[in-house]
């Protein structure tokens, strides 16, 4: 039985967190997702960061309903990723960033009432259609993205966030006092970093503004490559932001932008 359920994305065309991130982080990698998509490259790294959100989301929804947490049932999905990507990921250590997590960051929130992967949609009248799933929705509207990492994320709102912030209020009514983070930073003593920025204007404003350059960039594209039997990238054409980026992009074999090793590797 799958105890932690998600929604089938591939084929969604609305604009979307992951595709923001993704023309924030490389304008080229959003290309490619535009013109033949391919499936993320599973890694540890990754694979690692889905068990501890299904973790942290099968442990909510015990703390939702004031009950005991039954890390049995809990570990149990976090393992259904490992076992989807095939990858080595040890399970103990997904135990031990859930184990923090609920004695470092579960006791500080209120979680009666929270949801879980709720879907927001609909037409916004500057980006067009929208869509989102964030991880947790508290009752007092607060929104919270889990996430793991190598180090500690900057202590400053991102694209992601503020467009939760920006479809909760427009789409679904969700008017959130502030969005934030939860993020198992894994450094050789791994803890829980909490982030949490209020939702003001400024931050509305900005995340239309970033947001929209994608839709322009899209429209472009989609001019440019009218009738091509070929796509050509002629609107996206940055790319990574950093090198090491461009390790476990499932586009670096086909890519010209990707780094793909030192120039001592080619000799």
Same mark, same amino acid.
């Given at each position: ?10 084929? !969604? +065309? ?39 959100? @299904? ?5 909510? +929804? ?16 976090? @393992? ?7 990858? =080595? ?6 135990? =031990? ?14 979680? &009666? ?5 709720? !879907? ?30 190598? &180090? ?33 930073? &894994?450094? +050789? ?15 509305? !404003?900005?995340?239309? @503004? ?14 440019? $490559? ?6 050509? $990238? @002629?609107?996206? +054409? ?13 586009? =670096? ?12 590797? =080619?000799?």
């Amino acid at each position: 039985m799958k105890l932690v359920v998600r929604d089938d994305l591939s084929g !969604r +065309t609305a604009l979307s967190k992951s595709t923001l991130t993704a023309f924030d982080l490389c304008p080229t990698q959003a290309w490619h997702d535009l013109h033949h998509r391919l499936p993320l490259i599973p890694s540890e790294r990754i694979t690692f960061g889905s068990a501890v959100d @299904a973790a942290v989301e099968a442990a909510i +929804t015990y703390l939702r309903m004031e009950q005991p947490v039954d890390l049995a049932v809990v570990m149990a999905a976090a @393992a259904e990723p490992i076992a989807r990507d095939g990858t =080595a990921v040890d399970l103990l250590d997904v135990e =031990a960033a859930l184990d923090r997590w609920m004695v470092t960051v579960a006791p500080g929130y209120d979680f &009666r009432y929270a949801r879980l992967q709720e !879907r927001i949609s609909g037409e916004h009248p500057d980006l067009g259609p929208v869509d989102g799933h964030p991880d947790v929705v508290l009752a007092d509207g607060r929104i919270f993205d889990v996430k793991t990492s190598a &180090r500690a994320k900057p202590e400053e709102p991102t694209l992601e966030l503020g467009f939760y912030a920006l479809i909760g209020r427009e789409m679904a009514g969700i008017a959130a006092p502030s969005v934030g983070y939860w993020t198992y930073v &894994r450094t +050789t003593r791994p803890y829980w970093q909490t982030l949490e920025f209020p939702v003001t204007p400024e931050l509305l !404003r900005w995340t239309v @503004a970033k947001a929209a350059a994608y839709v322009r960039a899209r429209r472009a594209d989609e001019m440019w $490559n009218a009738g091509a039997e070929v796509p050509e $990238n @002629a609107a996206m +054409t940055a790319g990574p932001r950093w090198s090491g980026m461009c390790a476990d992009c499932q586009y =670096a074999p086909v890519c010209e932008l990707a780094v793909r090793g030192s120039s001592d590797d =080619a000799a």
